[in-house]
Nanobody, 127 residues
Framework: QVQLVESGGGLAQPGGSLTLSCAAS????????MSWYRQAPGKERELVAV????????DVADSVKGRFSISRDNDKNVVYLRMNSLKPEDTGLYHC????????????????????WGQGTQVTVSS
């Protein structure tokens, strides 16, 4: 079955950086778009970044544009989220998620299209 295990979260100062990792197993990783989303207490889930199966196409939310980037290593079955210039409002539980569609060239920016997700890793940005 699909397994997604996130790591790399922690406490960072404003302006700092973190890199999150998500180890995937149980499916043909290269054939699925992947995403990262976050959820802060009392707020709705927010889709942060997506990347196609091949890794050639990626997109990030306007709220993190220019600061966050998503990448993947299809040999290792890992997807990453590099977060720079962190702000307190970036605090939240970050999850990686797998797209429902079997197509390595496909991706979309709709959270409901990523029905499988991991347990998440906590990111806290505070001085």
């Amino acid at each position: 079955q699909v397994q997604l295990v996130e790591s790399g979260g922690g406490l960072a100062q404003p302006g700092g950086s973190l890199t999150l990792s998500c180890a995937a197993s149980g499916f043909y990783f290269v054939n699925y778009a992947m995403s990262w989303y976050r959820q802060a207490p009392g707020k709705e889930r927010e889709l942060v970044a997506v990347i196609s199966g091949t890794g050639n196409i990626a997109d990030v939310a306007d709220s993190v544009k220019g600061r966050f980037s998503i990448s993947r290593d299809n040999d290792k079955n890992v997807v990453y989220l590099r977060m720079n210039s962190l702000k307190p409002e970036d605090t939240g539980l970050y999850h990686c998620a797998k797209n429902r569609r079997f197509d390595k060239y496909y991706y979309n920016f709709r959270l409901d299209e990523y029905p499988d997700w991991g347990q998440g890793t906590q990111v806290t940005v505070s001085s």
